[in-house]
């Protein structure tokens, strides 16, 4: 739902940086990894108790993920570049929750599964959608050139970013924050069904 406004405020800057990392030979590849990377020792440094310097990775792990795309544009987009980004984020994101059920498993086991269950049926609908769409022939930059087809809705990359930062901040809200996310992912998938059934419909 963020992420339309927050992509308006940072792309020209992100777009910046990320023809000069371009200039000195970066590849989209190598920062997508980075940011997986860094949003794994997050979900780490979550698992082991230590939420503030997690957040910071949390952070520079997102920001990694906007250069990416940003490094491509001014470089050369590939189609495995687009397929690497997809899988490596719904990577960082299942990680993050993992960390926090590891973290102390008695707490927050049962939202912290909740939510994994949910991302997991949100990211489904997303993929299908994408899938669908490409064969029959739709497009959209709602979200900007992406390599997939982009359905929008109330939990998006931002979202999901300030849960994660505001669980590392509170952690012992991260239950109630969990609970909450995960139903509105789940309204997400739903909602997202509810497209596909009117835009793919046949008579």
Partial sequence: MLDGVLRRRLDPVLDR???????RGVS????TILGLCLGLAAALLIGLGAYLPAAALILVSRLC????????R????TDFGGFLDIVLDFTFYGAVPLGFII???????????FLLFAFYVNGASFLAYAVMAEKCGLT??????????FTTGLAEATETIVLFLLSCLLPGWFPLFATVFALVCL???MSRIV????????D
């Fill in 65 to 72: 993920d906007g250069l990416d795309g940003a490094v491509a």
């Fill in 187 to 189: 309204y997400t998938a």
């Fill in 103 to 113: 973290a102390d498993p008695a707490a927050n086991g049962l939202a912290g599964g």
């Fill in 140 to 149: 959209t930059e709602v979200r900007g050139a992406k390599s997939l087809y």
């Fill in 74 to 77: 001014a470089s050369r987009k």
């Fill in 17 to 23: 940086f990320g023809a000069a990392l371009a200039g």
């Fill in 28 to 31: 989209a590849d190598a920062v």
């Fill in 195 to 202: 497209l596909a059934r009117l835009t793919f419909r046949r």
